[in-house]
C-alpha cells in the first residue's frame, strides 16, 4: 500500500486562489445561510401561530432545516463550479 498521495487531476484545480476566493465563499455562504435560515423561521412562525402540536412542529422543523441546508449547498455549489471547472454540476 502506496503512502504517496495521487496527485489532482488538472480539470480539479481552483481558478482562483487565496482571498478572492475566500471572499466569494464567504459571501455565497451568508447570503446562502441567511435566505436559507428564512424558511425554517418561517416555518416555525406559522406553525406556533396555528397552534401546530409539539409532534408536528419538529417534523415541520426537521422538514425546513433541509430545505435551508439544500439552499445553503446550492449557493456554496455556484461559487464551486466556477472556480472549479470540472466541479459536478448535478449529483
Keep these: 500500500m502506496s503512502t504517496?498521495?495521487?496527485?489532482r487531476p488538472a480539470t480539479w484545480r481552483?481558478?482562483?486562489s487565496g482571498r478572492a476566493l475566500w471572499?466569494?465563499?464567504?459571501?455565497?455562504?451568508t447570503v446562502g445561510e441567511a435566505i436559507g435560515f428564512a424558511v425554517p423561521a418561517a416555518v416555525g412562525a406559522v406553525a406556533y401561530?396555528?397552534?401546530?402540536?409539539?409532534p408536528a412542529s419538529v417534523l415541520?422543523?426537521?422538514v425546513a432545516?433541509?430545505?435551508?441546508?439544500?439552499?445553503l449547498g446550492a449557493?456554496?455549489?455556484?461559487?464551486?463550479?466556477?472556480?472549479i471547472p470540472?466541479?459536478?454540476r448535478r449529483r
Design 86 to 88: 470540472a466541479f459536478p
Design 60 to 62: 415541520l422543523a426537521a
Design 14 to 16: 481552483i481558478r482562483r
Design 23 to 29: 471572499a466569494r465563499w464567504t459571501a455565497a455562504t
Design 49 to 54: 401561530a396555528l397552534g401546530v402540536p409539539d
Design 4 to 7: 504517496v498521495a495521487e496527485p
Design 75 to 83: 449557493a456554496q455549489a455556484l461559487v464551486l463550479r466556477e472556480e
Design 65 to 71: 432545516g433541509a430545505g435551508e441546508g439544500a439552499i
